[in-house]
């Protein structure tokens, strides 16, 4: 089992910034890559961001590119997204997971490991 607690999120006005943090325990942590999703009321979960478990390779959605950055301390369990430039449409709650050996990184269903999520709200 991987146990994952997300943290950072908040109220944040649009072009301002937030780092999330999701803190990992119970297996090796550095033998998973780890994504990042979100979800809007009333809307489906969606890929964010992912990294994998070197941290030598990284994707996104066209939606956030070039204006989040996921990255990961395995020395430390935690894996983190710096989202800048936030929009309104940013605003969901936010969940990080665990993935053992993925096929597709963007792919939610491959996921093993889910947090319980962290709220971000970007005010206009």
């Known amino acids: 089992q991987v146990q994952l607690v997300e943290s950072g999120g908040g109220l944040v006005q649009a072009g301002g910034s937030l780092r999330l943090s999701c803190a990992a325990s119970?297996?090796?942590?550095?033998?998973?890559?780890m994504g990042w999703f979100r979800q809007a009321p009333g809307k489906e979960r969606e890929f964010v961001a992912a990294?994998?478990?070197?941290?030598?390779?990284?994707s996104y959605a066209d939606s956030v590119k070039g204006r989040f950055t996921i990255s990961r301390d395995n020395a430390k369990n935690t894996v983190y997204l710096q989202m800048n430039s936030l929009k309104p449409e940013d605003t969901a709650a936010y969940y990080c997971?665990?993935?053992?050996?993925?096929?597709?990184?963007?792919?939610?269903?491959?996921?093993?490991?889910w947090g319980q999520g962290t709220q971000v709200t970007v005010s206009s």
């Open positions: 119970g297996r090796t942590f550095s033998n998973y890559a």
């Open positions: 990294i994998s478990w070197s941290g030598g390779t990284t």
């Open positions: 997971a665990a993935v053992y050996s993925p096929t597709r990184l963007e792919r939610l269903d491959e996921y093993d490991y």
